[in-house]
């Protein structure tokens, strides 16, 4: 099992902790992570985009010369797509971009992003992370303890509204619960912070 070094929101360490293999030691797909990164993303998008068709231009009921005489193409309507005003031939429509994976891919994405942030070294294990109250300068100090300068994932076990409420004005820095744990977040971040107790709860999901 690996064993990694737990740090306290001071940056001193304060003890070890081994992690379970099935959870921190797995084999990193890449096909697998590129395809719950897509399926997230996918997901998220609105597939709001409409257009109109000639059928739901509004106008173009009257036939705009007599079909033959005038030496002009014939026409039967100013509502077709080869019209300026005209409508559009194939375009986009309300639609959900959403797709699933299986229940275990989506667990191995998972433990595969947890598995390679942790050889590469970015991931780091702190104790509780408790402030007296919301601030800011709370969340910077415990980062500049951390030596953490970059884009930071603080993952704790439960809803906390100190901590989220002290990083959520941080440019990079986000706070998610072990519950919501997903590949994006912890792909695009570059170093990951997770309680002690977050380890807990994910390895009791995921092991």
Known sequence: MPKVAVYNIAGEQTGELELNDNVFNVEVLDAVLHQA???????QRQGN????TRG???GGGRKP????????ARSGSTRSPIWVGGGTVFGPHPRSYAFSMPKKARRL?????LTAKLQDG????????EFAE??????VAMLKNLKSEKKSLIITADQNDNVEKSSRNIPG?????????NVVDLLYHDKVFVTKSAVAKIEEVLA
Do not use: C, D, H, Y
């Open 37 to 43: 990164v897509m399926m997230q993303q996918a997901n």
């Open 49 to 52: 985009a409409s257009t109109k």
């Open 56 to 58: 739901f231009v509004r």
């Open 65 to 72: 010369w007599k079909q033959k005489g005038t030496g002009r």
């Open 109 to 113: 994405a998972i433990k595969g992003a």
């Open 122 to 129: 970015e991931l780091t294990v702190l104790e509780e992370i």
């Open 134 to 139: 919301p601030k800011t300068q709370n969340a």
């Open 173 to 181: 820095v986000k706070t998610i619960t072990s519950m919501g744990l």
